[in-house]
């Protein structure tokens, strides 16, 4: 029973770096696919990561709607943003909060986040 074990972690991690780079994909982070820059990839990787780690589709579900729901709060902010100072000088920051908010809601994904406890 431990080979089958070691399948299913394998396969898991997989499909759990397949939804990373969709989502990285979505973001415009990783290059050179054609689904570069097409955020419907996003919502679909966050999907696939989210149901692989918890095995649950409500939650993916749920944190997809969130994800949109604050898309479209703050991406009109962030358009005032760039029409009074320039996408150059907002570049890097929005990239950054982006980065941190993704990586967050990657490490929140593990079932043992905050606690961490070892089992």
Not at 45 to 60: F, K, N
């Amino acid at each position: 029973m431990p080979t089958m074990r070691l399948i299913r972690n394998l396969l898991a991690l997989l499909v759990l770096a397949i939804g990373a780079l969709w989502s990285l994909q979505g973001l415009g982070i990783v290059r050179g696919s054609f689904m570069t820059d097409q955020t419907q990839w996003l919502y679909i990787g966050i999907v696939t990561m989210l149901s692989q780690l918890r095995d649950e589709y409500w939650l993916a579900g749920a944190v997809a709607a969130t994800f949109t729901f604050a898309n479209a709060i703050i991406a009109p902010q962030i358009s005032r943003l760039v029409d009074k100072w320039g996408q150059s000088r907002l570049l890097i920051p929005t990239t950054a909060i982006a980065i941190v908010a993704f990586a967050l809601m990657m490490m929140a994904a593990d079932p043992k986040w905050p606690s961490c406890r070892r089992s």
